[in-house]
């Protein structure tokens, strides 16, 4: 069964700075990954997506890497600043056995302060 | 731009009772899901219905659960006999392909 573990589980960091998330993932048939950010009480928006045969995906100032052999993605967000503070999750689909249902980690509650 | 939208935002009701959660997900998609999160918890899977039949379903989906999409617009949640452990978020999302997937804002379900 797979489990999806996110590290740090809280991030507090001045603006500016530049953060790596992490998530790691112990069932490495994966069909994709995928990044989100949720703010409090509210719906899920996707940041990236990565297919099993990408090794990263960019979008403005965030970059999400995959390592299937070690089992783990990063998420990078650089010049980091305020409106980023949420919760940002990751989600793996597996491929197994014709199935491909997402596995979600608990989450890296980051908080920039101005 | 389009958007995944849920009715009701928040909905009370008596342990026992049916509920019927409501999402229209982005008009040219075609995979739908329904997710739930329980408070402080993770998010967790609990279906995926494609071509007008379920494609998944979790261990969490049991019969207590339907999914239905009764019209060409509306993708529709019922649990039956609701029990105080079902409290929690429900996210509808939908995506074009298996791929990425776009989250509804989540109907809050608290059941006393």
């Known amino acids: 069964k797979q489990e999806v573990t996110q590290i740090p589980a809280a991030l507090s960091v001045p603006e500016g700075e530049n953060l790596v998330l992490n998530c790691s993932f112990t069932d490495s048939a994966i069909y994709n990954l995928q990044w989100f950010r949720q703010d409090p009480g509210k719906g899920l928006t996707s940041l990236l997506l990565?297919?099993?045969?990408?090794r990263e995906q960019t979008s403005g100032r965030l970059n999400a890497s995959l390592d299937k052999s070690s089992g783990r993605s990063t998420l990078y967000i650089a010049a980091s600043q305020p409106g980023d503070s949420a919760t940002y999750l990751c989600?793996?689909?597996?491929?197994?056995?014709?199935?491909?249902?997402?596995?979600f980690g608990r989450g890296t509650s980051l908080i920039v302060h101005p | 731009e389009p958007e995944v939208t849920q009715t009701p935002s928040h909905q009370v009701t008596q342990m026992g009772q049916e509920v019927i959660l409501r999402c229209v997900p982005i008009s040219n998609h075609l995979y739908f899901y329904w997710y739930r999160q329980i408070l402080g918890q993770k998010v967790e899977f609990l279906v995926s219905f494609y071509n007008n039949e379920i494609s998944e379903k979790s261990e969490i989906f049991d019969d207590q659960f339907s999914v239905e999409r009764p019209d060409g617009s509306n993708f529709t949640l019922k649990i039956r006999s609701t029990k105080l452990e079902d409290s929690a978020m429900y996210f509808c999302?939908?995506?074009?392909?298996?791929?990425?997937?776009?989250f509804g804002p989540g109907t809050r379900l608290l059941v006393l």
């Open positions: 990565i297919q099993s045969s990408q």
């Open positions: 999302a939908s995506s074009g392909t298996q791929e990425t997937q776009y």
């Open positions: 989600a793996v689909r597996t491929a197994s056995g014709g199935s491909y249902i997402p596995t």
